[in-house]
């Protein structure tokens, strides 16, 4: 049974108001992350940071929209993953200001041992792009580190 965890994308129903008078309408897209198993998808739920309303992630890419459970408290927050971290970790990642879907990520990669490089935040102002990078070991060690690329094609 191969156990893997992604980061994808899913639409919601709510419009940012600068694409209001769109046409046609451009909705909401919000990051999640799933666990799946031999390809299938563990359902789950997860809020919009938008408009708040719940989505049942059903598949990658695609969720139901759950209605009735808006103000849930039994959703997971960031302050629920952060209890089951070690506490340095934990205190590099806060300041980072990383999105939920992250969180999970790397809860998910801690608790299967699994030796993986997380893209944290891009800069790329310039012809280079610098990638803040979080490289987490299979014993559960850290390190982050700074990746540097040319952007611009050099004849």
């Known amino acids: 049974m191969a156990l893997e965890g992604l980061r994808h994308l899913v639409e919601c129903h ?3 108001p600068q694409f209001r008078n769109t046409n046609p309408a451009v909705y909401h897209k919000f990051i999640v992350f799933s666990v799946s198993e031999d390809d299938v ?3 789950k739920l ?15 890419c695609k969720s139901e929209i759950v209605h009735g459970l808006e103000d849930s408290s039994s959703l997971r927050t960031i302050d629920d993953i952060k209890v089951s971290m070690p506490q340095k970790l934990v205190e590099f990642l ?3 200001n990383l999105d939920i879907s992250l969180w999970e990520l790397i809860e998910f990669i ?8 997380i893209p944290l935040t891009k800069d790329d102002k310039t012809d ?7 490289h987490i ?3 559960g060690s850290f390190k982050v580190k700074t990746v540097t690329r040319q952007d611009t094609l050099v004849l």
């Open 14 to 16: 709510c419009i940012l």
């Open 41 to 43: 998808v563990q359902p």
């Open 46 to 60: 997860s809020q919009c940071n938008n408009c708040g309303i719940i989505h049942k992630i059903v598949d990658y």
């Open 94 to 96: 806060v300041p980072q």
């Open 110 to 117: 801690l608790d299967n041992k699994v030796e993986k490089e």
């Open 128 to 134: 280079l792009t610098q990638i803040k990078m979080l």
């Open 137 to 139: 070991k299979s014993d």
